[in-house]
């Protein structure tokens, strides 16, 4: 059987494309290297509880239209992320806000903290940051950029705050209020039962295969469809001729817990340095689960090398350029779309994933 679209790639982006050009009449083939569907987003059940197996995926947007959309595929829960931060043996909370501050220099009200930071600033004499952390410091000051910046970010990105780019850190939401909502996002939350669904059903009317190499299966079938969307790595589509572009990945280490509450809170960030992981999941906060047992993660972020799992691009100077190549020649081939954050090379938010795939099918169909 001949397909008008063979889509690469079983996660937010395919699925979207998949399920737009089936409702239009098209015929399509996902296949996905994974066992699974639905990539960084699925969800598996363990205990009753739904698994976030590649990482915490909260869905915030302000975009009304896209809100509206992913709501045909699951009803969501009024979930707020709200995470705290563990430092040494203080915890504080995130985003950066009046209980941060009030915790770190025992003060009350927003003038005291905005004296306290623009000390902390002058103090520092930094004119033009040549670095990560000299942007840091000169946006928040010592204290926040010491116990809640600097152990996290170099865990993340392997990688001294000193030896980072600024604009990694483009901003420092510093907030003046005693609000724990991390996201400034109009709407937010968790799909009841987990992201899997969601795929599920925009691969409706789609033939579907898992655990199936791209690179493989167009050696055997050249000839499968009339176009291709293709959400993996670019740079590995066109064979690494310009070599590898940058990534990180993303290690997690799952374990089930007879208890019925680990940590109180579904994500608990880890800022010091010497504690191995960036962050811990308890996955049932999610969906407000009562259940007797309770699943917790831990991510430690890694280096990546060929043949590991790309996490999220490395969008510094020399990547970027790097991407620009590949992408010129992306624009030559005349039957594939490249989508999604590893086609793109751009970290994506979920909500940023859907309108890229709906701009995709626009200028497609």
Known sequence: MKYDYLIVGAGLF????????????????????????????????CEGINVHRYGAHIFHTSDKKIWAYIQQFAEFNNYINSPVAIYKDELYNLPFNMNTFSKLWNIRTPAEAK???????????????KNLEEHALSLAGRDVYEKLVKGY??????????????????????????????????????????????I??????????????????RKGHPDIAGKTVFTGMIDQYFDY???????????????????????????????????????????????????????????????????MEPYYPVNNEENNALYQKYRALAD??????????????????????????????????
């Open 241 to 307: 001729v310009y070599g590898p572009l940058q990534y990180r990945s993303v290690r997690f280490e799952t374990e089930v817990l007879d208890c019925d509450n680990y940590q109180g809170n579904a994500v608990v960030n880890y800022t010091d340095r010497e504690v191995p992981y960036t962050r811990i999941i308890e996955h049932k906060h999610f969906e407000f689960g009562k259940q007797e047992k309770t699943v917790i993660s831990r991510e430690y972020s890694s280096e990546w090398h060929v043949g």
């Open 153 to 198: 970010t170099e865990k993340q990105w392997g990688r001294d705050c000193k030896d980072l780019p600024a604009f990694i850190i483009r901003r420092l939401p510093l907030r003046f209020t005693y609000d724990n909502n991390y996201f400034n996002d109009r709407f937010q939350g968790i799909p009841m039962g987990g992201y899997t669904q969601i």
């Open 115 to 129: 004296a306290k930071i623009a000390e902390q600033i002058a103090e520092l004499n930094i004119t033009e940051p």
């Open 200 to 217: 599920e059903k925009m691969l409706e009317g789609c033939d579907v295969l898992t655990g199936t190499d791209y690179f493989e299966f």
């Open 332 to 365: 030559k081939e005349e039957n594939v779309i490249f989508g999604g954050r590893l086609g793109q090379y751009k970290y994506y938010d979920m909500d940023k994933v859907i309108a890229a795939a709906l701009e995709a099918v626009d200028a497609e169909f």
């Open 14 to 45: 395919g699925a979207v494309f998949a399920h737009e050009a089936v409702s239009r009449g098209y015929t399509a083939l996902v296949i996905d290297k994974r066992d699974h569907i639905a990539g960084n987003i699925y969800t598996e059940e």
